[in-house]
């Protein structure tokens, strides 16, 4: 199993919701991360995991708010979006080899703020 | 701080011709290098990397990549080009001897068309 998993594919929220993204991978890698992604723009680091850890946090609104519960598991929970939060989340984990560190992206959440 | 321009937000070539990609970083140490390429409404998949060693990186489909550091340089290309290799591609940046490669600085992207 080579993939990253990630839930929903789509998601329509309003301002008020509350709901979560899902990220899974099953490949032992101990570093997970969240990116996100303006249209025609490049993914933006949000949130580093390494070891079940949160490690680094690029000044994300609480809005967002990660989770890591497992090792394979990695959430996203989301409260009080704004409509410029609307943006495909990358989800990705890493691992290290004797090549060095490669990173493996999900298909990602393409999220709707309305 | 680490940086990364792509030269040409759209690149537009022939079935068959020369693909060349354009990057150029700024990194106050060594960087790790990567391309990677993005198809509509996908992630993002690693196509080669850069970190020691060899200047000249071969990666998977048929793309390769030259380290030049005198013109802080890492530039992308294929031979032939195929219609599949139409896509989004982006260069990225990382600390050598970070502890994550995951923080990656991304460049704007090149999209890359291909005409029959």
Same mark, same amino acid.
């Given at each position: /199993?080579?993939?990253?998993?990630?839930?929903?594919?789509?998601?329509?929220?309003?301002?008020?919701?509350? !709901?979560?993204?899902?990220?899974?991978?099953?490949?032992?890698?101990?570093?997970?991360?969240?990116?996100?992604?303006?249209?025609? !723009? %490049? %993914?933006?680091?949000? #949130?580093?995991?390494?070891?079940?850890? @949160?490690?680094?946090?690029?000044?994300?609104?609480?809005? #967002?708010? %990660?989770?890591?519960?497992?090792?394979?598991?990695?959430?996203?929970?989301?409260?009080? @979006?704004?409509?410029? /939060?609307?943006? @495909?989340?990358?989800?990705?984990?890493?691992?290290? /080899?004797? /090549?060095?560190? !490669?990173? #493996? #992206?999900?298909?990602?959440?393409?999220?709707?703020?309305? | 701080?680490?940086?990364?321009?792509?030269?040409?937000?759209?690149?537009?070539?022939?079935?068959?011709?020369?693909?060349?990609?354009?990057?150029?970083?700024?990194?106050?140490?060594?960087? =790790?290098?990567?391309?990677?390429?993005? =198809?509509?409404?996908?992630?993002?998949?690693?196509?080669?990397? =850069?970190? &020691?060693?060899? &200047?000249?990186?071969?990666?998977?489909?048929?793309? $390769?990549?030259?380290?030049?550091?005198?013109?802080?340089?890492?530039?992308? &290309?294929?031979?032939?080009?195929?219609?599949?290799?139409?896509?989004?591609?982006?260069?990225?940046?990382? $600390?050598?001897?970070?502890?994550?490669?995951?923080?990656?600085?991304?460049?704007?992207?090149?999209?890359?068309?291909?005409?029959?």
């Amino acid at each position: /199993d080579t993939e990253v998993t990630q839930t929903p594919k789509h998601l329509v929220m309003g301002m008020t919701n509350k !709901k979560s993204l899902k990220c899974e991978q099953h490949m032992g890698h101990r570093a997970m991360y969240w990116y996100k992604q303006k249209a025609k !723009k %490049p %993914p933006e680091l949000m #949130f580093v995991y390494s070891y079940e850890k @949160l490690s680094i946090n690029e000044s994300v609104p609480s809005r #967002f708010s %990660p989770e890591c519960p497992n090792s394979s598991l990695l959430n996203l929970h989301l409260h009080a @979006l704004q409509p410029e /939060d609307s943006a @495909l989340y990358l989800c990705a984990s890493s691992q290290v /080899d004797r /090549d060095g560190e !490669k990173l #493996f #992206f999900g298909s990602g959440t393409q999220l709707s703020v309305l | 701080a680490q940086s990364v321009t792509q030269l040409g937000s759209h690149v537009s070539v022939s079935e068959g011709a020369l693909v060349l990609l354009r990057c150029n970083y700024s990194s106050s140490v060594p960087p =790790y290098l990567f391309w990677y390429v993005q =198809y509509p409404n996908q992630g993002l998949q690693l196509l080669l990397k =850069y970190t &020691t060693g060899a &200047t000249l990186v071969k990666g998977i489909n048929g793309f $390769e990549a030259e380290f030049k550091k005198s013109e802080t340089s890492f530039h992308l &290309t294929k031979p032939s080009a195929h219609m599949s290799d139409a896509a989004e591609y982006f260069c990225a940046v990382s $600390e050598a001897g970070g502890t994550s490669y995951g923080k990656l600085t991304f460049g704007q992207g090149t999209i890359l068309t291909v005409h029959p």
